[in-house]
Structures are given as C-alpha cells and as structure tokens.
C-alpha cells in the first residue's frame, strides 16, 4: 500500500512518471482507504465501480509518454460533489428529489477533468442543493470530521473536503456560493478556493444562487490549488459569465499590503480563532509583508443581504424540480397538487425554507422592500471593494468565526448556522476571488481542531491569493 498521506498533486506526479507506482496502485490504494473509513465519516454517497478502469487509462496515457497526452492531473484520483454533473452517473445534489437523476452530459469542470486524465473517485455528501454549512442537511446523513468525527465536517462541501482530509482522494471539487468550499476546507484542515465569479465556467453545475456558484477546488496544498485552478478555468460558450483573466501572474509583487477589517471582528469571534489569526498576521508581517487597518463600511450587511438574495435566486432555480421534467415525482389529483406533493415530500425543510423565504422577498409589494434594498445594498458592498483594494492587495478575514462545531450543535437552530458564514459570504457577493488556508488549530477536549486563514483579492487576481497562501503555509 502507497503512503498517501504526505502525498500532493505534484509529488503524485513524479512519482507516477518515474514509475514508482501506477495510476492503478493509487486508485487502489484509495479505493481501501474509503473502503475502511467511509462507514464512519460518510463523505462519499457513491464510490465508481469503474475507477480502475479509469486508472487503467490513465496509466496507458503515462506509459506511452507522448507529450501533450500527460499533464499534471493525469492519474490523480479526485472526488467530486454530488452537485457536479458526470455524463452517464447520478448527480444527486444529496437530496431526495433527485435520487436517481441521471446526468445526460459532462459539467465544462468534468470535461476538462476528464481530458486533463483525472480519475474520478466517486461523488461526495452535501448539504441538500449546497444549502447549509454542516452536511446536515444532506437527506443522507451528516458527514464527520475525520480531524474528530464528533464534529461536523462544515459544508455544504463537507463530502468533498473530508474525502481528501481523511485520505480518500488527492483532491476535490466542490462549489461555494457563501463559503461551501472555505468553511468545511477551513474546520478539516484543506485548501479551499473560491475563484472569481465568471473565473470558471458553472455549465453543468445544480446551480443554487447563479449570480454567486463558483467551482473551487479542494487541496492538501495551495499549490496544487494552483494546478487545479489553472486546469478547469477559462471562458465557456456554454457559460456566458464566463470569462478569461486579463492578467498573467507575472506582475507579482514581493512584499504585498494586506488589508484587516477590524472594525468587523468586535464580537461573536471565537477568542482561539481571533489569537490565532492575529498570531498570523504577526507571521506574515515578520515575513515583510504590511499589515494595515481596512476600512469596508457596509459589510456588517453582507450576510443580510446573501441571506435575501441567496434564497431569491433559489427560489427561481429550484422552480424547476416540479416532479415532472426531473427526478422523483409524486401523483396527487391534479397538476397542482402533483407539484406540491412532490416539492413536499422529496425537498428538505431547509430547502423549503429557503424556497418560501425567496418567493417572499420577490413577491409583489415585498421586492422593493428586500429583493431591491439588497441589491442597492451590494452595490454598495462592491464599492467599498474597489476602494478598498486602491489602497491594498489582499484583505484577510478568518474563514469561520469557530472551530467545527459538534455533529447537532447548530442543526435546530438556522440562525446560528447562517451566522458561521459571517466572514464567506462577502466575496460570493462582491465576485472577488477568496482562498482559505490552514493556518493552525484550537485545542478543544484534547482534538488539535484545523483553523482557517481567508484571503480576498481584487477579481481575476487568484494569483496574489496562490502567492499569500504559499507563504501563509511557509510560516504556520
Ligand atoms: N453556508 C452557506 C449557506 O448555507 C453557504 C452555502 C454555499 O456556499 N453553497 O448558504
């Protein structure tokens, strides 16, 4: 059996061109992994019969040597989140609903995987339709945290990021739309980025708020981040918010400013999380960056606002599981009542909730109230970003204001949940490209757990976010 757990994208590779073990060895090698530990963590809702058949493949691809056939991913094992469409395999969004929905092409994500020769694993857990911030909501189960699986894995990409913490893939996929790529990265200890909005195509993504989903990727390290990111990005025609960055990395610069909203961090901060990053800051500045005081006046409103817009986007996007073009359906009188047993039946409460809450801000004599104030108030938030970033070249947050929390701790109680992604939702909002790095733990009954160090730059710059996070983890 191969040591997986020093492994990265880039050793993988060596060691796959040099032959010191097969893309098949190392499929295996995970496959026994999950075997061993999924029962107890449940990150993934289905692993792929044919993964060594696709080793297989991958393994000819490296054999015959041919340039331009063999690039960084090819034979790196992946895991992939339920929301992500696979031509030919269920794409579940872990919800009832669509059990057994069949996804009839590849995501643009899964096609340039796919060409790249990644091998996909299976697909991972999630909060239902990547609604929540815990895999609780999953009609499946919550998944655990292997750092200590009393906890909660955070979500909604909790399958995905526990998948590669527990050394069941190299790496992942996920998608965030305020945080569920950084939060579950940030409380198991992984990599995650959430790129710029439009940096990566959404086509074939179970799109949950449109104008917020980004695919990020999932990593033990920023650099394999890097190499992920650089595969899957680009414009799409299928996406037609996609677009190509204008900017080419190669303007880095060497000592960078880095932005601190403290004005934002006064209350219901952890005391562990908020020490841990100041010792952070500490680091980086003794590395001869500059830490200066960022002020962004109309952030307390961010998550306000994410948690009006969000469920308005839902509400229109999820019209569509009416029971009859997908998934499952339930037969009641007539059409109507067909509509509402199976939306009833097969969708999660927070799923409704969202639902009922979205119609409402929409709805006539209310839109103008919430929809539009939002929307008035974003803009705002967007231009606090631009005048924010004349002045500095990152802005530095922690990515949750706790540790993971217990398995149940937050589940009865949405409030409290919405209020963990405090510190995520703003990047969804503004577009900015925003990236979380382990940085260290908090000691909680004898369990080192994982903390997160969250770093936002102006659009299309995942460059400065590849260049911080890689000293953030040169100094942890
Ligand atoms: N936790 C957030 C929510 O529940 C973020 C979800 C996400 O990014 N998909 O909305």
């Known amino acids: 059996m191969i040591d997986v757990s020093k492994l990265t994208i880039e050793s993988a590779h060596d060691h796959l061109i040099k032959g010191d073990f097969t893309a098949v060895e190392l499929t295996q090698t995970y496959l026994d992994i999950i075997a061993k530990k999924n029962p107890e963590i449940n990150a993934y809702r289905e692993v792929f019969v044919d993964a060594l058949e696709q080793a297989k493949q991958a393994d000819i691809k490296i054999k015959s040597g041919k340039v331009g056939s063999v690039n960084l991913l090819t034979g790196i094992p992946f895991a992939m989140k339920d929301n992500i469409l696979i031509e030919g395999r269920i794409a579940g969004a872990s919800s009832k609903i669509l059990e057994n929905y069949k996804a009839s092409y590849d995501a643009t994500v899964t096609k340039k995987l796919k060409e790249a020769g990644a091998i996909f694993l299976g697909r991972t857990n999630m909060d239902e339709f990547a609604m929540g911030g815990s895999t ?34 190299l790496a992942a ?15 198991c200890g992984m990599v995650g980025l959430k790129p710029t909005y439009g940096a990566i195509s959404r086509y074939g993504l179970i799109a949950m708020g449109s104008s917020l989903d980004q695919a990020g990727p999932i990593t033990k390290t920023v650099a394999d981040s890097e190499i992920i990111f650089n595969t899957i990005k680009g414009k799409d025609k299928y996406d037609s918010t996609s677009a190509d960055s204008l900017f080419t990395g190669k303007e880095e610069k060497l000592k960078l400013t880095i932005g601190v909203p403290r004005h934002f961090m006064k209350e219901g901060i952890d005391v562990d999380v908020l020490k841990n990053f100041e010792e952070t800051l500490k680091k980086l500045e003794n590395a001869g960056h500059t830490i200066v005081d960022v002020s962004l006046p109309n952030i307390d409103y961010s998550l306000a ?30 059409l109507l009542e067909d509509y509402m047993l199976t939306r009833g039946q097969f969708l999660g409460k927070e799923v409704r909730r969202r639902i009922i809450l979205g119609t409402y801000v929409l709805s006539t004599g209310y839109y ?46 949405p409030l409290s949940m919405y209020l963990a992604d405090i510190f995520t939702v703003t990047a969804n909002l503004v577009g900015v490209p925003a990236i979380s790095v382990p940085c260290g733990t908090a000691n909680r009954e004898g369990k080192d757990l994982p903390l997160g160090f969250q770093i936002m730059a102006p659009h299309f710059r995942e460059d400065i976010l590849f260049q911080l996070g890689k000293v953030v983890e040169s100094v942890r």
């Not at 996920?174 to 790529?181: A, E, F, P, R």
């Not at 004349?390 to 204001?401: F, L, Q, R, Y």
């Open 368 to 413: 103008d109230a919430y929809y539009g104030k939002a929307r008035a108030t974003q803009n705002l938030l967007k231009k606090d970003f631009i005048e924010a970033f004349k002045e500095v070249d990152v802005i530095v947050t922690p990515t949750s204001p706790t540790p993971s929390f217990k398995v149940g701790e937050k589940a009865s109680d």
């Open 305 to 334: 606002v994410y948690y009006v817009l969000m469920p308005a986007e839902v509400s229109s996007n999820l019209a569509r599981f009416d029971g009859i073009k997908y998934g499952a359906h339930a037969d009641g009188k007539d």
């Open 136 to 169: 609780e909501n999953s009609a499946y189960g919550a998944t655990r945290n292997p750092v200590d699986p009393t906890r909660v894995s955070g979500g909604s990409s909790g399958g995905s990021v526990a998948a590669v913490a527990m050394d069941g893939a």
């Open 173 to 187: 996929l996920g998608t965030d739309t305020g945080g569920s790529v950084r939060q579950p990265a940030s409380f």
